[in-house]
């Protein structure tokens, strides 16, 4: 009786177009009295062949546009290119560093969704993602399949892949209809295209049901969306100036406090782009999610959560110099690059509350399985980094007063990265009608830092007045004699890049 009368009272707030959180309260509570699972939750059920039917012909499609829209050399496959895969086996490629850091890993992401679409959870969709990968390495290129492709898609894939399908979960509505509806089911499919290709296949993408159907239950998050002007000074003698409009989109989903036993219950999104003749649209991706978490201390004023997350990272930049000495060993002419999309650690978040002031630190210590940093030297076909593995730190400090009304934040990052099997002292300069050589680049020892400032005031309701400042600072030693004279040479040498960039920017916070 007690259940009846409910969902009466549901469907009478419904007519009055009640928010959906008023909804969820009250179905959470008759919930709490049968003792059984929140019915607004959805939970899907688990099919295999589904997931791998779509993997599978999201790898025949893509195969197909590269072979037959873009006739890429690579595409033309045969059963003598698998045969070749599989006897020369894995090597280090030399795509660009966006393709291998950013578009290999979103590839990936839609692998995994395409199995968290289908019912399976975070560490089984991972499964999907490698499986997919490895099929495209070994089977649907011409090229030899790639270490560094089988590494970053399946890991980097899944960062990409949960934030995106948690974040399309946020939108999807299944008792909307008309023209919501179909606003609703777009934006979700841009956000998780294989969410969105299962919805349509099962028939979900028009079904109308009396719940929301989501699959995270109501998670709290902030979204913040900027715009703005955009300056950079260069690395060289000249302070060359350039200037271009920036966007800033910043995510923050879920508690950051809370114990948690489920990946990505709480994490953060970082997305900057450019327009700028100098610059590459995609500048920066950063995303740091838990894998686990326990809240250890819990009190009025004080709070403290230790975790295991995930991080991936993305900087990227482009040429801003005009003098540049082809052969000449001196800071590239492009500022920095650097990826992780394989890296994962132990991380600390504290929150110190006062009646007019509320701040929060949270550190990071990782390990980096893979990643690539900006080279001086070596170049050959779209690659100018090396491969690595090493370690980075991160300490995040915020500030806000009453009302949010003025805040602040700092954010210091480190990273450090080291590369072996790299070329010696008389072959670091491969020329581009050399074969492909299998190596990770120069032997070094690459270190990026980034250290920025933010100042948010808030000049009406949700929109705030945003002032950044940032300093990135590439250097790398490399461990290759150098002649300085005729007569002297030195066994290493050292070279650093550096850039400033000032952002003036409106942000309008959801």
Not at 180 to 202: K, N, W, Y
Not at 243 to 264: F, Q, T, V, W
Not at 454 to 472: E, G, K, M, P, S
């Amino acid at each position: 009786m007690i259940r009846k009368l409910l969902w009466v009272v549901v469907l009478l707030l419904s007519v009055f177009d009640v928010q959906s959180q008023s909804i969820d309260s009250l179905l959470l509570q008759e919930t709490f009295c049968r003792k059984t699972d929140n019915p607004f939750i959805y939970k899907k059920k688990k099919h295999f062949w589904r997931a791998a039917g779509e993997t599978a012909g999201l790898n025949i499609g893509l195969w197909a546009f590269d072979r037959y829209a873009l006739n890429g050399h690579y595409a033309r496959i045969s059963w003598n290119t698998i045969k070749a895969n599989f006897k020369n086996g894995f090597d280090w490629d030399n795509d660009h560093l966006s393709t291998n850091m950013f578009a290999h890993p979103y590839h990936g992401s839609l692998y995994f969704n395409a199995g968290r679409a289908n019912g399976f959870n975070f560490w089984q969709s991972e499964l999907f993602a490698l499986g997919g990968s490895a099929m495209w390495e070994m089977f649907m290129e011409s090229e030899y399949p790639s270490k560094n492709d089988i590494i970053a898609t399946p890991i980097g894939g899944a960062a990409l892949g949960e934030v995106f399908y948690r974040t399309s979960d946020l939108v999807l509505d299944d008792r909307a209809s008309g023209g919501e509806r179909f606003g609703r089911e777009a934006l979700s499919f841009l956000l998780s295209p294989m969410r969105g290709l299962t919805r349509i296949l099962t028939g979900e993408a028009w079904e109308k049901k009396p719940s929301a159907g989501r699959e995270f239950e109501n998670p709290s998050y902030q979204l913040d969306v900027s715009l703005g002007m955009r300056l950079l000074t260069s690395h060289d003698n000249e302070r060359l100036i350039k200037a271009g409009a920036s966007a800033r989109i910043n995510l923050e989903y879920g508690d950051r406090y809370a114990s948690s036993k489920k990946p990505y219950d709480y994490f953060s999104l970082l997305m900057e782009l450019n327009v700028m003749k100098t610059q590459p649209i995609l500048s920066r991706v950063e995303i740091i999610g838990n894998l686990l978490a326990k809240e250890v201390i819990d009190t009025k004023r004080c709070t403290l959560t230790l975790g295991l997350y995930q991080h991936f990272d993305f900087f990227d930049s482009d040429t801003i110099r005009t003098d540049y000495t082809p052969g000449v060993l001196e800071p590239c002419v492009v500022p920095y690059k650097l990826g992780t999309p394989a890296s994962a650690g132990g991380g600390i978040m504290f929150r110190y509350q006062l009646p007019r002031f509320t701040l929060h630190v949270a550190g990071h210590a990782n390990g980096i399985l893979l990643g690539g940093i900006l080279s001086d030297s070596y170049r050959y076909y779209h690659r100018n980094y090396n491969w690595g593995a090493g370690f980075s730190a991160k300490l995040n400090v915020k500030g806000s007063f009453p009302d949010d009304k003025l805040s602040f934040a700092l954010n210091n990052q480190f990273y450090r990265l080291y590369s072996r099997n790299g070329y010696s002292d008389q072959d670091y300069f491969p020329h581009p009608s050399d074969p492909p050589a299998d190596v990770v680049g120069d032997y070094s020892r690459g270190t990026f830092y980034h250290l920025e400032g933010q100042i948010n005031y808030n000049v009406w309701r949700h929109l705030f007045l945003t002032a950044r400042c940032d300093w990135f600072r590439r250097s790398t030693l490399y461990n290759r004699s150098v002649e300085i004279s005729p007569s002297i040479s030195a066994n290493g040498f050292f070279i650093d890049s550096k850039q400033l960039s000032f952002q003036l920017m409106l942000t309008y916070r959801l």
